[in-house]
């Protein structure tokens, strides 16, 4: 069974707009990452934020986590089509050395 | 190598045949995952090594699912008797340290149980 659950499970946005998508989990953890892929490909990592964080960026992408909310957001500012890709958040549960995964978001920037 | 190499990275199989999946994680990687991979779904934990120690097989779906990593490098997914809701890519992840570190994936294997 999946723990964290992405919204929206689909967004189309336009070269250039920013795009927002969510996380919700339910157990207590250790950090929380995002990764994306590409069709056919592999998992990249794109940022990990620890349970202790709030708010981590890197390049045009900022996450935020509310441990109190049990969720999480990933903002992509200013994208591109090579932005196209699903993403993933992926959750370390206190104690556990796994990662457990939703289903992911699928976005398409048009150009 | 510089990344998780994983082979093959396609096969076909038939019902009921044995297969075997390669991971050669990062060198040096102490934490070995294994996911399976859905069409349209998130990957799912399978097993989890650190070193040679496999502390976690909570994930494996049934006993025809088997891994292990004698050296505490190099991994092996066999998957006997296979069946047809088997078919899915199966991913490896390898890490630096036993948590809170980045999990590096690779490009995974796709499986189609005929």
């Known amino acids: 069974s999946q723990q964290g659950e992405e919204d929206p499970q689909a967004l189309s946005i336009q070269e250039g707009e920013n795009a927002t998508m969510n996380c919700s989990y339910k157990t207590s953890i250790n950090n929380l990452q995002w990764y994306r892929q590409n069709s056919g490909r592999g998992l990249v990592h794109l940022i990990l934020i620890r349970s202790n964080e709030r708010e981590k960026h890197s390049g045009r992408l900022r996450v935020t986590l509310d441990t109190s909310k049990k969720s999480s957001s990933l903002l992509i500012t200013a994208s591109r089509a090579a932005d196209t890709a699903s993403y993933f958040c992926?959750?370390?549960?206190?104690?556990?050395?796994?990662?457990?995964f939703g289903d992911g978001t699928t976005l398409t920037v048009k150009p | 190598g510089a990344g998780v190499s994983q082979s093959p990275r396609y096969k076909v199989a038939k019902r009921g045949q044995d297969v075997a999946l390669r991971c050669d994680p990062i060198?040096?990687?102490?934490?070995l995952f294994w996911y399976q991979q859905a069409l349209g779904q998130g990957p799912e934990f399978l097993t989890y090594f650190q070193n040679e120690a496999q502390l976690d097989k909570s994930g494996l779906p049934s006993d025809r699912f088997f891994a292990e990593r004698p050296e505490g490098s190099v991994s092996t997914l066999k998957i006997q008797r296979t069946q047809q809701e088997d078919s899915a890519v199966y991913l490896c992840a390898s890490s630096l340290y036993v948590r809170g570190t980045e999990a590096f994936f690779g490009q995974g294997t796709r499986l189609t149980v005929v």
């Open positions: 992926a959750t370390d549960e206190t104690n556990a050395g796994k990662s457990t």
């Open positions: 060198s040096g990687h102490v934490s």
